[in-house]
Every structure is written in C-alpha cells, then in structure tokens.
C-alpha cells in the first residue's frame, strides 16, 4: 500500500502543477481550458458524487483527489 501512496501522490502533485501551468499560463503556456483533465479521474468517484450533491465547482475538481490520497493513506497505516 505504500507503494500505492507514493505513485498515487506523485500523480496527483504532477496533474495539479499541469493544471495550474496550463490554467495560469506559467512558463510562457497558452492559458488551456482542459487543462485540469487529468485531475478527472484521478478523483473518481468523489467529483461526480459531489458534482451531483454539490454542483460544478474548480474546488470539487481540486480537492477529490485528495480524498482518494486519503483513503490510500488510510489503508497504509492501517
């Protein structure tokens, strides 16, 4: 599970800095709209759940991996 952590962590921080690349326009990058796909999956199923409870929000979109890398976490030190 440690290992699951880790690649897990690694993706989520990797996916984050391409949305904030992309969304802010850092490093000389065209500001892209569909920048934050890849935060998509890596939040399932969280951001559809709070999607339907909560509406459409970039926080939801930002915040449901976190809830996965919790759950990882929570299996590893179990």
Do not use: C, H, T
Request: aromatic share 20%.
């Amino acid at each position: 599970m440690k290992w699951a952590f880790w690649i897990f962590a690694f993706l989520y921080a990797g996916a984050l800095l391409l949305f904030l690349i992309g969304n802010f326009g850092w490093f000389g990058q065209e500001r892209d709209p569909l920048s934050g796909v890849f935060l998509m999956p890596l939040g399932l199923p969280w951001n559809m759940v709070a999607d339907r409870v909560l509406g459409a929000s970039p926080a939801v979109g930002l915040l449901a991996p976190a809830a996965n890398l919790g759950i990882l976490y929570w299996l590893w030190r179990r």
